[in-house]
Structure formats: structure tokens, C-alpha cells
Nanobody, 116 residues
């Protein structure tokens, strides 16, 4: 399974970005998918996750500003980020859990920078 992310970039505070992560290969047994991020000098943290049936969870720091969704037919997960703050600046990593092998796949990361 390969995860390919897109949608990062530079945005001003208060702006929006939409990240996408498409899974290819043997993606038929993927279950939970979502996003982690790692900011400058910070540890990697969970941003949001979503199960195959659509149940989502969020970090407290992004609740009400970010929305995670997925298209199971396309094996793709999205992260709509709004009301962005400079502290949201980070490399965002997509992940996907395989329910059969219990292995977690990772994307290569996409940079999101919030700055004026």
C-alpha cells in the first residue's frame, strides 16, 4: 500500500487548506485512516482519525476548525483545515491501518505553513 498526500502549501492566518491522501495498491483491508502532524521542534501528534464507517476523532487543538472525511470507493482521506493559526504550521502525515496485518502505513508528509 502506498499513501500519496497532496494539498499542503502556504496560507495566511485565518485561511484554509485541504489535504488529500490517496491509498493505492492492496488497499482493500484498510480500516482507520487519518492525519498526524509534526511542527518545528515538536513531537508528532495525532490531528484527526476516521474509521471506515465514518466515526471521527480530533485533537482538542483542532476541534471546530478541522474536518476529516473519507471516500472509501477512492481509498482517499481528506482533511479540511480552516481558521488556520501559525501554530498549525507542520508537516502533515497521512496514515492508514490495515485491519488484517495490523500494520500502519504512512505517507511521505506534506508541509503546511501558516504565516503572514
Amino acid at each position: 500500500v502506498q499513501l500519496v498526500e497532496s494539498g499542503g502549501g502556504l496560507v495566511q492566518p485565518g485561511g484554509s487548506l485541504r489535504l488529500s491522501c490517496a491509498a493505492s495498491g492492496s488497499a482493500f483491508s484498510l480500516d482507520g485512516m487519518g492525519w498526524y502532524r509534526q511542527g518545528p521542534g515538536k513531537e508528532r501528534e495525532l490531528v484527526a482519525g476516521i474509521t471506515i464507517d465514518g466515526s471521527a476523532n480530533y485533537a482538542d487543538s483542532v476541534k471546530g476548525r478541522f474536518t476529516i472525511s473519507r471516500d472509501n470507493d477512492k481509498n482517499t482521506v481528506y482533511l479540511q483545515m480552516g481558521s488556520l493559526k501559525p501554530e498549525d504550521t507542520a508537516v502533515y502525515y497521512c496514515y492508514a491501518d490495515d485491519k488484517d496485518t495490523l500494520f500502519t502505513y504512512w505517507g511521505q508528509g506534506t508541509q503546511a505553513t501558516v504565516s503572514s
